[in-house]
């Protein structure tokens, strides 16, 4: 692996200044690993990028919400995309302020509503006409006024995989464009609503500026016209969904690439294409990335348990399974997998199937990956492990969510524990009738004679 923050030192890959096989033996495996200059580089650039413009880059929670992640953002002025109230709360608690939130999400409780207005947040993004209703009857009954912007399908495709593309007219997301337009000309006032802006998101790991150049166009015509028919918008969101490089090690197919460079090189081209679009426009933005932020700024590193060949084909057991990084299964991504130890140069590469313990086939972080040698205890790195891989982490098959640590140049602090299994088991409760001494048929019967009488 060869960016600029997990890079082989001595032969071993280190994050910043720690080595990361020293960091095994203070937590074990698996750990997750990020890098603080990482995301301060990524959040820095893109803020570099849109400067001048009047922007709040709002980082998307969902991709990474460890507080200390998060805090890490929000030194350096970010504000919060949350999606939940469990996703308000963090980004409170880590010191985001609060007229620097954005709430989205197409199922608000009216319960999340309250807590976002309780909240004195920036914005709602509304996604349905319906949502509107129901916020406007939660803001009047707290007798406030609900700041929304309406998030709009531009019936774009992204071009990213199905599962995380989310403008398409046929998708969940957001309200039919000709839908919202009529609406708001024919609904100027609406008690408990300030309609403040328009939001799009288009979809998730986009790679192509092009969807989002015919998107924003769609947004920005749209804003046009109904501040020409006299709305008081003044807010475009613009969403996230810039994609980074998965692949960019001495193992990939693009070999030793700079993926830092390649992120570095997209974003500039998005900044100059909305600056491009937004000249002479009289309105503010908001931007929601999350993955460009996170995504290489984390690696996943496990243990190999056991090596064994099954007929032609040799599977590489590790301690990680797809209940500490679904990805793979859930969306086929491809995850570059790194020795810790650098492997001799010329090592020859033998593909292998690198599997988790779970009870199940899907729990396979690759197929016929052509690895160089990997012996039992050997410890090895998934890249670009640090957006919607912890967050996306369950208990399955009983197994603890694994620790998170992070890294500043030569130190590290663990951010997270590994959850023990005291706090696993111990959110399990037994019903009464579980949990008294007795239990015996007999038992039962006289205790149905009871609650029949
Ligand atoms: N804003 C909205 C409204 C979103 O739905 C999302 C992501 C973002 C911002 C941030 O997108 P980003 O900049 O991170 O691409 N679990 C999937 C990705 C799901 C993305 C969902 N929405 C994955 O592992 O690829």
């Known amino acids: 692996m060869s960016n600029r923050y997990f890079s082989y030192r001595d032969g071993r890959l280190q994050a910043s200044g720690v080595p990361l096989d020293a960091l095994a033996e203070a937590v074990g495996t698996p750990f997750y690993c990020y890098d603080a200059d990482a995301l301060e580089h990524s959040y820095s650039h893109f803020a570099t990028a849109l400067s001048g413009l009047p922007a709040t880059i709002c980082y998307a929670l969902k991709a990474n919400s460890n507080q200390a992640v998060i805090a890490t953002f929000a030194r350096l002025g970010a504000g919060a995309d949350v999606v939940s109230e469990g996703e308000l709360r963090r980004a409170l608690t880590a010191g985001v302020p609060a007229r620097k939130i954005v709430f989205a999400g197409v199922g608000k409780t009216p319960r999340e509503l309250a807590a976002g207005l309780d909240a004195g947040i920036l914005q709602f993004n509304v996604e349905s006409l319906s949502e509107l209703k129901r916020l406007a009857e939660v803001a009047t009954a707290r007798g406030t006024t609900a700041p929304v912007a309406l998030r709009v399908n531009p019936d774009v ?48 790991q986009l790679t192509d500026i092009q969807p989002y150049r015919l998107a924003f166009e769609r947004l920005i015509a749209l804003y046009r016209e109904l501040k020409t028919a006299g709305l008081p918008l003044k807010r475009l969101d613009f969403g996230g969904g810039i994609g980074i490089s998965y692949r960019h090690g001495p193992l990939s197919e693009n070999g030793a690439g700079e993926e830092v460079g390649e992120a570095d090189a997209r ?31 984390g690696v996943l590193v496990t243990r190999v348990l056991y090596v064994k060949d099954n007929g032609p084909r040799r599977f590489v057991i590790v301690d990680a399974a797809m209940n500490d990084l679904i990805r793979p299964t859930l969306y086929d991504a491809w995850h570059e997998i790194v020795p810790l130890t650098q492997p001799a140069a010329g090592a020859a590469l033998r593909p292998v199937d690198v599997v988790g313990p779970i009870c199940e086939s899907s729990d396979t972080f690759a197929r016929e990956r052509p690895l160089p040698p990997v012996a039992e205890g050997d410890l090895l790195a998934f890249s670009s492990a640090g957006a919607y891989s912890f967050v996306m982490a369950s208990t399955y098959n009983s197994r603890p969510l694994a620790p998170e640590v992070l890294v500043r140049g030569d130190r590290y602090a663990v951010v997270r524990p590994r959850m023990d299994y005291e706090t696993m088991i111990g959110q399990d409760r037994l019903p009464d009738w579980l949990a008294g001494q007795d239990d015996s048929p007999r038992q039962r019967k006289a205790g149905r004679a009871r609650g029949a009488a």
């Open 157 to 204: 495709d992204a071009g990213t995989h199905a599962k995380i593309t989310t403008g398409r007219a046929d998708s969940k997301f957001g309200i039919d464009a000709a839908e919202a337009r009529a609406f708001l000309l024919a609904n100027r006032e609406i008690p408990g609503i300030r309609i403040e802006g328009l939001a799009v998101h288009i979809g998730s």
């Open 267 to 297: 974003v500039t081209a998005y900044a100059e294409m909305v600056r491009g679009l937004v000249q002479g426009l009289d309105a503010d933005f908001v931007f929601e990335p999350g993955r460009l932020l996170v995504g290489n700024a």
